[in-house]
């Protein structure tokens, strides 16, 4: 039986589990923000062009966005441990080697491998916490997993510091190794132990992701997950651009100011898993009222004249919708675990979430035409997208 109460095995069975996913989780997120911390160095040896380092996060943003559905079926139906641990050895193996092999194309490759790798881990990781502990331990370790994201980036600039970017690969690979390995280790312990089930999804491939479509507001929260994700990465990409262009502030200033967007958004979390105990988990109204409330922000931001002003409201809508994106991956999809398809769910709502931003991207940078204010509507619209389909789709308890 899968545990709900809070004694002594249950916390003992939470903290393990939450241990080993965290830990995996860190790994994926520091290894996929090593390309942008090296590519200063990369592009002062003159052996690397930007338009090639460009190629290879193209590369890897596409494989990975599209690995999250195979992956994330897949993840129904092989069991998390052996998941995590081809995922984090292919990923290691392929950052260990990008500044060894001779072959540009062999680079490639190897990015290729990455986003193959990296897209193995999160749908097992939600599956195993969602579906052998209680909704509400599995929604706490899972807004741990929404922080770890930005303490990622972190750990990569650390390691930049510290080493010239072709060893900084290699000991990031090699520590990746030994991250894979005490996850396997540990996730074998435990289901010796009997403190970890894996539930096998029987339904695979094309009939297993139209059965995902029967699930209570799936739908919808594609739609959100696209929504998001296009503010978590498009949007955030053109801030720093908006602040020193369109606020013509310097770039300390601008520097300054976007570290402390990153450290309130780190909070949005905790915050959306605090409002939803508090208006008794009806997740569609804290949605509703994230994206009404970015939508007022941004209209905000083009109609007050002040700079600070400005940037005061691109605050507020920036950490509003990382809420909304915490509803989604720290308490929805967490909430699913009974259906034992927490995996393939999340491979599709991901998939779906990054081939959005990929267009978007694409999309924006055709608008640098565009005055700022009208760059500024444009977010305006995608948080209104979120806020339409939040008023459409029916509210109940998550």
Do not use: H
């Amino acid at each position: 039986m899968r545990p709900g109460n809070n004694d002594r095995s249950a916390l003992r069975k939470a903290f393990g589990l939450g241990f080993v996913s965290i830990f995996s989780y860190l790994a994926s997120y520091y290894l996929r923000n090593l390309l942008s911390v090296a590519t200063p160095n990369m592009l002062k040896t003159g052996e690397y062009t930007a338009e090639f380092i460009g190629l290879l996060s193209t590369v890897y943003f596409f494989v990975y966005a599209c690995g999250q559905l195979v992956n994330g079926i897949a993840g129904d139906t092989i069991a998390p441990k052996y998941m995590i641990l081809v995922g984090l050895s292919l990923t290691a193996t392929a950052i260990t080697a990008f500044p060894l092999v001779p072959f540009a194309w062999l680079q490639v490759a190897c990015f290729v491998m990455m986003g193959i790798g990296l897209s193995m881990l999160r749908g097992p990781i939600m599956k195993l916490v969602s579906e052998n502990l209680s909704k509400d331990i599995s929604r706490v370790i899972c807004t741990l997993l929404t922080v770890v994201s930005f303490i990622g980036p972190l750990v990569a600039s650390a390691l930049a510091i510290l080493f010239k970017w072709d060893v900084m690969f290699i000991v990031a690979g090699l520590s990746t190794y030994f991250v894979a390995a005490v996850a396997f280790i540990c996730l074998t312990i435990f289901e010796r132990r009997g403190q970890l089930t894996f539930y096998r999804n029987k339904k695979s491939g094309l009939d297993g992701i139209l059965t995902l479509f029967k699930l209570e507001n799936f739908v919808f929260y594609m739609i959100v997950g696209g929504v998001v994700e296009i503010a978590g990465s498009a949007i955030t990409f053109w801030i720093p651009t908006y602040l020193s262009e369109a606020l013509k502030l310097d770039i300390i200033t601008t520097n300054a100011i976007y570290s402390a967007i990153t450290v309130v958004t780190s909070l949005a979390p905790f915050v959306a898993l605090f409002v939803f105990k508090l208006i008794k988990e009806r997740d569609i109204t804290l949605l509703r009222f994230g994206f009404l409330i970015s939508v007022a922000s941004f209209v905000l931001m083009i109609l007050v004249p002040n700079a600070w002003a400005k940037i005061t409201f691109l605050v507020i809508a920036k950490f509003c919708l990382a809420c909304c994106s915490s509803v989604l991956w720290s308490i929805y999809i967490p909430g699913l675990g009974s259906t034992g398809k927490v995996s393939s769910i999340n491979g599709v709502i991901n998939c779906t979430g990054y081939l959005s931003a990929s267009i978007a991207n694409a999309v924006f940078s055709s608008l640098l035409g565009l005055s700022w204010d009208g760059v500024v509507m444009v977010w305006c619209s995608i948080a209104a997208i979120g806020l339409i389909a939040s008023l459409i789709v029916r509210n109940k308890k998550a």
